[in-house]
């Protein structure tokens, strides 16, 4: 974001669709950092409808000084002089206006793009429970679609609307100054415009919300379904997933017809309207022309003011289309900046003491329960210490609350009662930052990021030395075949790091925990996915991860955690057994049953 940039505004919870331009004021505090620029721009638009008022005056002295003096050589010196005005004009008219244009442009270049990064921004530091129930496809919609549009209306739109009311304004003054008698019903066509108008702009406003929100379903579905295309493909559902994405185009197709609809019959109202405001011009001055009323010159300059009242209304009518369709899309980004993450920062974050040989952990009778399932517990009154240096595994079936265990530890999630303490301090009272310093991550599912392995593994420590890399590659045995790439460390690995075998996208992922070198270790199902020799290199590079930290480990391959100092067997959210893997099968409990299952089936295949 810009140095200047604003944070991102506290806006009120989601309501319903608002029916006026009321919620484009939420843009205003990233309009704040460049008043000098809108300033300018404010400027270089005044003077350049002033510049369009003064042509009628200029092309009326042509006419009446000009084109109708007596003396043949006073008129060609009197025409040259008025040629002469009226290319100043057009000259003062033409550099204001591309000064005009080029502060507006700048100003809706960035204020668009502070807008889409304090989104981004924004959305990346919400916890899990967010994206729960909001799809990734909807935010890049809205990252996209919606701040484009509202750069078209900040960059193009609203500057053509002011400027068009200022010189519509402008025109309105000097009609009444040169001939107060036409201003009646100048003034009734001006009702009869902008009433349809207004009574119109709501019905416009929901269905520019709704055509936002349709595309957003069609941007939903589309990232979902890229992201998972292998899976797409074996089952044979390409047509079925092209057909739902052709569903969802159409209904926004359909919406944005509606829209444009009721926009054309507006801009066609609008239009006669001018058309017949112009035409009635002609004809009052005209009759007052051969009256000897006014001069040819004074009809002349009172038609264009009409014409430019009008046609200025007639504009503004479609700008005001426009920003109605903006505040949909300016909502439906207020609505993601008002999100509040149920984690936040404390007001007084404590500090950790200095870790030595790994982090003490303590769950003391911890209960808590998903957002989006709030009628089941996915932990019931967890009490749990892990010792510094300690290696701690979780086994159990699937849905006993392992995974939940160690997202309580990152803090994405708070407990609803009970405690979480890392070192002796409760981690609500850790600034989130310091927390997760302290932790080094290794998931079930890899990411690699659309960068080199070089990159990838620093993503542990940006400022890590490339030296420290290359120790971090060897002790997670990645070093030899990221040395075998074809650009070695500076070899790009493809999105989500489809060039790579899944064992080697996960020595990568333990390479960077290693490199973080934070003294508690999470190992969420580390080595779930491999083949007998990928397991084998990784399960020695977690071996190096694991060494003078305190490591929770979680894994279904129960061969995996034998060496653990102790195994601690979840179910239904609570412990259910503890101790050794030898201790555990001698009890002939849940953890025997496991085991007994896991090793039969290894021993018939």
Not at 29 to 41: D, G, H, N, S, V
Not at 404 to 415: A, E, P, S, W
Request: charged fraction near 20%; aromatic fraction near 6%; glycine fraction near 8%.
């Amino acid at each position: 974001m810009s140095p200047t940039a604003p944070e991102p505004p506290a806006a009120p919870p989601a309501s319903r669709p608002a029916r006026s331009t009321r919620p484009l004021a939420g843009l205003r505090p990233f309009f704040a950092p460049y008043r000098r620029q809108i300033a300018l721009a404010g400027l270089f638009l005044v003077l350049a409808a002033l510049s369009t008022l003064l042509l009628p005056v200029a092309l009326g002295a042509l006419v009446d000084r000009g084109l109708l003096a007596a003396d043949p050589g006073q008129r060609i010196m009197a025409l040259r002089g008025h040629f002469l005005a009226l290319f100043a004009v057009g000259a003062a008219l033409g550099v204001f206006s591309a000064a005009r244009f080029h502060m507006v442009s700048w100003i809706g270049e960035r204020v668009t793009a502070d807008l889409r990064e304090a989104v981004y921004a924004h959305v990346i530091r919400q916890s899990p429970a967010f994206f729960e129930t909001t799809r990734g496809g909807e935010v890049l919609s809205r990252l996209t679609t919606d701040t484009t549009l509202v750069q078209t209306v900040v960059g193009s739109s609203l500057s053509l609307g002011l400027r068009n009311a200022v010189t519509g304004l402008g025109a309105l003054v000097m009609l009444i100054a040169t001939n107060p008698r036409i201003m009646l019903p100048v003034f009734a066509v001006l009702a009869l415009v902008l009433l349809p108008v207004l009574l119109a702009g709501r019905r416009v406003r929901r269905l520019g919300r709704a055509s936002q929100d349709r595309v957003a379903d069609t941007s939903a579905i589309a990232a979902e379904v890229l992201a998972a295309i292998p899976v797409v493909q074996a089952h044979g559902q390409e047509e079925r997933e092209a057909r739902r994405y052709r569903d969802a185009a159409e209904e926004a197709f359909r919406t944005a017809c509606r829209r444009s609809r009721m926009r054309a019959v507006l801009m066609g109202f609008t239009i006669t309207a001018t058309f017949a405001a112009v035409l009635w011009g002609l004809q009052q001055g005209t009759g007052a022309v051969m009256r000897g009323e006014i001069s040819a010159g004074h009809l002349g300059s009172t038609v264009v003011y009409v014409a430019i009242l009008v046609g200025s209304v007639a504009v503004l009518s479609e700008v005001w289309g426009e920003l109605l369709r903006a505040a949909g899309a300016t909502e439906r980004l207020m609505e993601l900046l008002a999100e509040r993450s149920a984690v936040q920062d404390p007001p007084a974050p404590r500090r950790l003491p200095p870790a030595a040989g790994g982090a003490a952990v303590r769950l003391r009778q911890v209960v808590f329960r998903y957002p989006s399932r709030p009628g089941h517990a996915a932990l019931a009154g967890i009490d749990l210490e892990l010792r510094p240096g300690e290696t701690v595994a979780l086994v159990g079936p699937s849905g006993a609350g392992k995974s939940t265990l160690l997202q309580l530890l990152l803090r994405f999630h708070d407990v609803e009662s009970g405690a979480v303490e890392i070192d002796g301090v409760d981690v609500r009272d850790l600034a989130l930052a310091e927390l997760r310093a302290r932790i080094g991550l290794v998931p079930q599912d890899s990411t690699i990021f659309s960068a080199d392995a070089m990159e990838n593994i620093r993503y542990g420590r940006p400022d890590a030395s490339d030296e420290a890399v290359f120790a971090a590659a060897r002790a997670a045995q990645a070093d030899g075949f990221i040395r075998a790439l074809p650009e070695g460390y500076r070899t790009f690995l493809g999105e989500r790091g489809v060039r790579l075998s899944g064992g080697q996208r996960q020595r990568i992922s333990i390479a960077r925990a290693i490199l973080a070198d934070a003294p508690l270790l999470l190992l969420d199902e580390a080595t779930s996915a491999l083949d007998a020799e990928s397991e084998r290199l990784v399960q020695t590079a977690l071996e190096a991860a694991m060494k003078n930290r305190t490591t929770l480990v979680i894994a279904h391959r129960l061969a995996t955690v034998q060496r653990a100092d102790r195994i601690v067997v979840l179910d239904n959210g609570m412990i259910v057994e503890q101790g050794s893997h030898a201790e555990l099968v001698l009890r002939g409990g849940l953890y025997a049953r496991l085991a007994a299952m896991q090793f039969q089936s290894s021993a018939t295949t």
